[in-house]
């Protein structure tokens, strides 16, 4: 198998689990209201539908079909750049249950020929910088894996968290490569120096980046470094170990997505 292979491997694996959570939901399940602002589980599977039908588009931008149907999302997402998207998945969201859930099984599968058909060694066009079709691929499982979490948040009981799995090292390797954009996004200059960060994975073993002399270092959860540099769980709620000011720094502003800086989880409560 390929990287790609390997990675819409997992992509599918972690939507399969989402998609089979939800499955069953009644409708005022569905309208739950999930830790994102203003938006309930049916915004949240409806903005991975959306996401995933429009990364469809742009890996078929390299055709003249495809540049024509991607360079009209682009434009909309001109026109309205701060409220495009969630206006996108707010109007989706209120499709029935079934027609959204059989829209999203139709735009993954889309995504996966879509993806395989770049032709090698091209990128393609994004809202930021062009992608691999392994990247895209990485990128749509670290977005379909955090807004999962916040589906079950909002879930609980009725529908328990799944146990995490190796296949979170997508959302690390993203959240390490990352750091110096997210000192970008909160206009700091990034240190110049690599950072040693080695993290344990739900399955025991160890993951690790950078240099292992590096002054700098971070250590800890992979399950927990992921949920932070998704902005899903708050710094002083992690077991995660900095040592170095600049390492302390990145973990109070990682973050593993494009685009500006969120205001990220509010720290629980003392009991």
Known sequence: ???LDDVLADLTAEGDQLRAAV???DPAQWATPTPAPGWSIATQVAHLLWTDEVAALAAAAHTAEGKEAWDAVVLAAINDPTGYVDACALE???LPPATLLARWDAARAALQVALRAVPAGQRM???GPPMSPTSMGTARFM???AHALDVYDALGADVPRPEPTDRIRHVAHIGVRTRDFAFGQHQMEPPAEEFRVE???PSGATWAWGP???AQRVTGS???FCQLVTQRIHRDDTDLVAVGEGAERWLGIAQAFAGPAGGGRDAKEDA
Do not use: H
């Open 199 to 201: 993290l344990t994975a």
């Open 212 to 214: 292992e002399d590096a």
């Open 222 to 224: 992979a399950y927990e």
């Open 92 to 94: 989706l969201a209120d």
């Open 143 to 145: 977005e379909t894996w």
């Open 1 to 3: 198998m390929s990287v």
């Open 125 to 127: 066009p994004w809202f």
């Open 23 to 25: 499955a069953g939901l």
